[in-house]
């Protein structure tokens, strides 16, 4: 996919129709321009969310360190490009370094979603005393863990190259996040339920939940 492979600036729209097969006119009488057919591809990257890794994440009934372990393994593969047929993943990391007009449609349609379900899954892991925003902040922790190894490749190529990882370990960076995240809610969670008796009050069930809709976008 040119999109995924150059980003959004770099495509363009005769590269596209040559690999596709098709002519150039029928882009302008169906989409409008590049950007509408932008639109459009996004739209169809929904499919990225059919990824079974996924699918198990987001399952309440699934105990919540094994939700986590998937949802570590999918954000993986997605950051990573490592699914080449779930294309989402290359054009959200272009984003994140060159965002586009589309990039606030990118958070309301596929970020913003995932980031609500994240974080429920973390107050499951945390207890009920954890605020709206110290949820929110772990949240942005272990998504932060996996992110690093994406942006911040050229830096992990200097320190320790085998570090990086790989199709055929990523594996291990699996289990490492996975247990590092659980060790560290663990820990979160019995230094303050030592500190805070458990009440059904200690959560306020009438603030917002974390990553609500900004009043500021549109």
């Not at 169906?30 to 459009?40: C, S």
Request: one cysteine or more; proline letters at 6%; a neutral charge.
């Amino acid at each position: 996919m040119v999109f995924a492979e150059k980003g959004f600036r770099e495509a363009t729209i005769r590269e596209i129709c040559q690999r596709a097969g098709a002519n150039v006119a029928a882009v302008n009488y169906h989409f409008r321009d590049k950007e509408g057919l932008y639109e459009a591809v996004l739209t169809a990257c929904r499919n990225d969310h059919r990824n079974p890794e996924n699918h198990l994440a987001m399952d309440s009934t699934v105990q919540p360190a094994v939700r986590l372990e998937a949802y570590v393994r999918w954000m993986f593969r997605r950051v990573l490009a490592l699914d080449r047929e779930f294309p989402l993943g290359q054009i959200l990391n272009r984003e994140m370094i060159e965002p586009t007009p589309a990039l606030s449609r990118i958070v309301e349609v596929h970020i913003r979603p995932e980031a609500r379900w994240l974080a429920s899954l973390m107050r499951d892991l945390l207890g009920p005393t954890f605020s709206r925003d110290e949820l929110s902040r772990a949240t942005m922790s272990v998504v932060g863990q996996i992110l690093f190894y994406k942006h911040c490749s050229s830096v992990i190529h200097f320190l320790d190259e085998t570090l990086m990882p790989r199709r055929d370990d990523f594996e291990a960076h699996v289990r490492h996040v996975t247990e590092f995240t659980l060790a560290a809610t663990a820990g979160l969670r019995a230094r303050r339920e030592s500190e805070t008796p458990l009440t059904a009050t200690t959560f306020d069930s009438s603030s917002p939940e974390p990553f609500c809709k900004s009043p500021n976008v549109h």
